[in-house]
């Protein structure tokens, strides 16, 4: 089982990323992925979640209208499409997925199964 996160990078204020994680090894599609973020002495925080099974999707407060998730079942990639990007954004990016954990919103990090190695974006002029 293993999931990569890309796409991260340095961005102005006000600019796009796309993130990508792709997973590889699941048997069962029943695992659900969430967006989880972590700044520089933060404790870290979920973003965004993607129920697999009903499409049905999630955001912080702090990124709704902002970001997007989605998924490509046949590429077996989710997204997480990010616009008006803030300094505040400012973290290492990661993707996890748990076992049918999207219940109603997002799950806690802690509740993920596995996780991807984090990709770095850093929003800054």
């Known amino acids: 089982v293993q999931l990569q996160a890309s796409g991260g990078g340095l961005v102005q204020p006000g600019g796009s990323l796309r993130l990508s994680c792709a997973r590889s090894?699941?048997?069962?599609?029943?695992?659900?992925i969430g967006w989880f973020r972590q700044a520089p002495g933060k404790a870290r925080e979920g973003v965004s979640c993607?129920?697999?099974?009903?499409?049905?999707?999630y955001y912080a407060d702090s990124v709704k209208g902002r970001f997007t998730i989605s998924r490509d079942s046949a590429e077996n990639t989710v997204y997480l499409q990010m616009t008006s990007l803030k300094p505040e954004d400012t973290a290492v990016y990661y993707c996890?997925?748990?076992?049918?954990?999207?219940?109603?919103?997002?799950?806690?990090?802690?509740?993920?199964?596995?996780w991807g190695a984090g990709t770095l974006v850093t929003v800054s002029s």
């Open positions: 996890a997925a748990g076992w049918r954990r999207v219940v109603g919103t997002c799950p806690r990090a802690g509740d993920m199964d596995h």
């Open positions: 090894g699941f048997v069962y599609d029943d695992y659900d």
């Open positions: 993607i129920s697999v099974r009903s499409g049905a999707t």
